[in-house]
């Protein structure tokens, strides 16, 4: 972490951010706390004297300059039921699929190169004979109760 407010050179009137009272002395007691990361992103940091809050501290403000970045998504691959299976006459259509592919393929003579065909030949079976699993809908975190109360279902708006 860092503080923000004693990161930049700034005249001493607007660093001080408590005075006593009778305004004896004056104290910088206030801070902005950041996390180091957001350190260059920090415009300035100074307190702002004269505004009227019922206090003796003096509110404290920082300008902060952000570049969001849009994260993506990994691709997520398609999940398969592989409990069906157990099933005798699904695991018989998988076991001969593979088999004939697996007798299809041509005579390789380097290891790696087997892998890669019986790792295709086993994905292909899987593709064609294992249900993919259904995916779940999510619950809609807004009713139709919430509408009626906020008034914005007898207008047909409708929020997304």
Not at 20 to 40: A, C, T
Request: aromatic share 8%; hydrophobic share 35%; proline share 3%.
């Amino acid at each position: 972490m860092i503080v923000a407010n004693t990161w930049f050179q700034i005249h001493p009137r607007r660093r001080w951010t408590w005075s006593s009272p009778g305004d004896r002395s004056r104290n910088q007691i206030d801070f902005i706390l950041m996390k180091q990361r957001f350190r260059n992103s920090i415009q300035y940091a100074k307190a702002m004297l004269g505004a009227d809050c019922g206090s003796d501290h003096n509110p404290v403000v920082c300008q902060i300059k952000l570049k969001l970045k849009a994260f993506k998504k990994a691709k997520r691959s398609p999940r398969y039921q592989f409990e069906a299976l157990k099933k005798d006459e699904i695991r018989e259509r998988y076991n001969v699929l593979v088999k004939n592919k697996f007798e299809t393929l041509v005579a390789v003579t380097t290891a790696e190169e087997k892998w890669n065909q019986l790792k295709d030949c086993i994905q292909e079976g899987i593709e064609e004979q294992v249900p993919k699993k259904a995916r779940k809908e999510h619950k809609k975190w807004i009713t139709t109760e919430i509408l009626r109360l906020d008034g914005k279902e007898k207008t047909g708006q409708t929020l997304s």
